[in-house]
Nanobody, 125 residues
Framework: QVRLVESGGGLVQAGGSLRLSCAASGRTFSSYAMGWFRQAPGKDREFVAGIGRNDGNTYYAASVKGRFTISRDNAKNTVYLQMHSLKPEDTAVYYC??????????????????WGQGTQVTVSS
């Protein structure tokens, strides 16, 4: 069992930056790839970014590539999402999750178990 707690969301103007954190419980954090997803009102949950177990591989949705950076600190059991040049369309609840079915790829929710409760990001125009 892994428990995830996201933090760092808030209200920011367009063009601003935020850094989200996801703290994980459990001793096996470093054994899993991790991902960030987001869900806007009335829309499906969508992939934002993923990172391999040892930080060597990162993956991004086309809509955030070049603006967002995913990273992890296995010593702190934490994964981060640094977001720059935020746009109003980035407004959503952001979730981190543990990737337990690597064979499905990073971008599908079916690859993930153990979701956090989410943190709201609101970008004003």
């Amino acid at each position: 069992q892994v428990r995830l707690v996201e933090s760092g969301g808030g209200l920011v103007q367009a063009g601003g930056s935020l850094r989200l954190s996801c703290a994980a419980s459990g001793r096996t954090f470093s054994s899993y790839a991790m991902g960030w997803f987001r869900q806007a009102p009335g829309k499906d949950r969508e992939f934002v970014a993923g990172i391999g177990r040892n930080d060597g591989n990162t993956y991004y949705a086309a809509s955030v590539k070049g603006r967002f950076t995913i990273s992890r600190d296995n010593a702190k059991n934490t994964v981060y999402l640094q977001m720059h040049s935020l746009k109003p369309e980035d407004t959503a609840v952001y979730y981190c999750a543990v990737c337990v079915r690597n064979g499905l790829g990073y971008s599908t929710t079916a690859a993930y178990s153990y979701w956090g409760q989410g943190t709201q990001v609101t970008v004003s125009s």
